[in-house]
């Protein structure tokens, strides 16, 4: 028997992970959140967990098959299914609609959903109820038969985050490297670092900080769900487009 509910983040985390695994698709086809992206949502310091706890879960004989779900706060939402239970996306929206909408300051409830590429029959059935395309979100993948070398400027070294780290510095080369001015990095840097490394997948080992003769953190790279920032970087390394996802949006 199929059966809604809404998302327990103390004891459903792991089973969204698990499905999600078990649906993966080449290229992820599916159109579900990696992962070790559903993973992030759940690890970075600007997630709200009240307004988690609004997300749905449906489960069939007392297992989760789709889920409903905010990335950090209400507003925006994500659609988890598994195989052979794509019919529940309407029913999805109803729910999202209902609770993990996001509201203005004069009031107006809105809502952003991302639909992948694999799904035009949904977009089409967003359009149908007054959702309007605002952008498209590509990702990339690197080929593992690409080899590097590493050769850092005299007085530059490179040490992973399992050696130790000032997570607290960490933090603040994370949002600077994304290029957030120093004056609008605001929070427990500290506190946010460790935050992001409390995954339980999460490996010190392979996440490593580019230390500068000064002592300053002047950059950071470890293996993540996909890539952020410039294009064109990620082109010169030798990354390609695997699948793209549509946003659209709606005022209610």
């Avoid at 890539?227 to 699948?243: A, C, M, P, R, V």
Wanted: include cysteine.
């Amino acid at each position: 028997m199929l059966k809604q509910r809404h998302f327990k983040y103390l004891t459903d985390y792991n089973n969204v992970y698990e499905m999600l695994i078990k649906n993966y698709e080449p290229n992820n086809a599916s159109g579900n959140m990696l992962p070790a992206e559903f993973e992030y949502c759940f690890c970075h310091p600007y997630l709200d967990l009240k307004s988690m706890s609004r997300s749905g879960i449906w489960e069939y004989d007392d297992k989760i098959v789709a889920c409903a779900h905010i990335e950090f706060k209400l507003g925006a939402t994500y659609f988890e299914v598994a195989d052979g239970y794509n019919y529940l996306r309407e029913e999805m929206l109803d729910f999202s609609e209902k609770y993990l909408y996001g509201t203005k300051e004069n009031g107006t409830r809105f809502l952003s959903v991302r639909v992948p590429q694999s799904q035009p029959k949904f977009k089409e059935f967003l359009e149908n109820r007054n959702y309007k395309f605002v952008w498209e979100c590509e990702r990339y993948c690197l080929p593992l038969n690409k080899e590097f070398e590493v050769t850092l400027p005299e007085g530059f070294k490179i040490i992973s985050v399992f050696d130790g780290v000032d997570h607290a510095k960490l933090q603040i080369a994370i949002q600077l490297g994304f290029n957030h001015k120093m004056e609008d990095i605001m929070g427990d840097h500290l506190a946010n670092s460790l935050i992001c490394a409390t995954g339980p997948h999460f490996n010190a080992k392979i996440n490593y900080v580019i230390v500068a003769p000064n002592g300053d953190y002047a950059a950071y790279g470890g293996l993540w769900y996909c890539t952020g920032g410039s294009e064109d970087f990620y082109y010169h390394l030798g990354f390609k487009k695997y699948n793209s996802y549509t946003w659209l949006y709606k005022e209610f």
